[in-house]
């Protein structure tokens, strides 16, 4: 079956713009992630979804930065105002769940390449 | 607190010899998943295994095998007769079932020179 997919596979953009960031998980996966990693750096947690529930948002950087989740599938990361240092790969995953003791495992997009000049 | 250790920043070996990666995790549940990911240099994380803490066996898949060790909670990962392809960066990783998200080690790059 078809995995994650993520687009645009890379962006440039000038300072100042605003970036929208777009991630269809895997058909029937409730739980979504967002991940940014920078340079030959680990993976920093951004955002959280899971089904119908309020998303987690407490790894966003600031309020230039926010999600959304429509119909429980489709996923879009926007960065308004884009800064120099929100250059990063912009990582997506996606499980069947988590909770009620078990933690599926995540499978992840290509990721999103953002460059801000 | 969680915590994934991969005190290995950066292993070089040549071809075919066997290679093991460690990974070190801290944790105060009784219940809890670990994880392999590989990224190769097209960036894409590849999910690799997934364990869970009631199941200490080790695992064979090809020349892929994994060392859970509950004891010395370590959870290490080794490469035999390793190839040009296996060359990436390997990320250990920690859940539990109550927090959703993954506990990262900060990677292993893994240079396999022909």
């Known amino acids: 079956g078809a995995g994650v997919s993520q687009s645009p596979s890379n962006k440039v953009t000038e300072k100042g713009k605003d970036v929208e960031l777009r991630c269809d998980p895997i058909s029937g996966h409730t739980a979504l992630y967002w991940y940014r990693q920078s340079l030959g750096q680990g993976l920093e947690f951004l955002i959280y979804f899971q089904g119908n529930s309020a998303p987690d948002k407490s790894g966003l950087p600031s309020d230039r930065f926010s999600a959304e989740r429509t119909g429980g599938s489709v996923s879009t990361l926007t960065i308004q105002r884009t800064q120099q240092e929100d250059s990063a790969v912009y990582l997506c995953a996606s499980s069947l769940a988590h909770g009620q003791g078990k933690a599926d495992t995540q499978y992840f997009g290509p990721g999103t390449r953002l460059t801000v000049l | 607190a969680q915590k994934v250790t991969q005190a290995q920043t950066e292993i070089s070996v040549v071809e075919k010899e066997d290679v093991t990666l460690d990974c070190v995790y801290e944790t105060r549940d009784t219940t809890y998943y670990l994880f392999w990911y590989k990224q190769p240099p097209s960036g894409e994380l590849v999910f690799l295994i997934r364990r869970n803490s009631f199941d200490e066996q080790n695992e064979i898949s090809g020349r892929y095998s994994w060392n859970f060790q509950k004891s010395t909670s370590s959870f290490n990962f080794t490469i035999t007769a390793s190839q040009v392809v296996d060359s990436a960066v390997y990320f250990c990783?920690?859940?539990?079932?109550?927090?959703?998200?993954?506990?990262w080690g900060a990677g292993t790059k893994l240079i396999i020179k022909p």
């Open positions: 990783a920690l859940s539990d079932t109550s927090n959703y998200q993954l506990i």
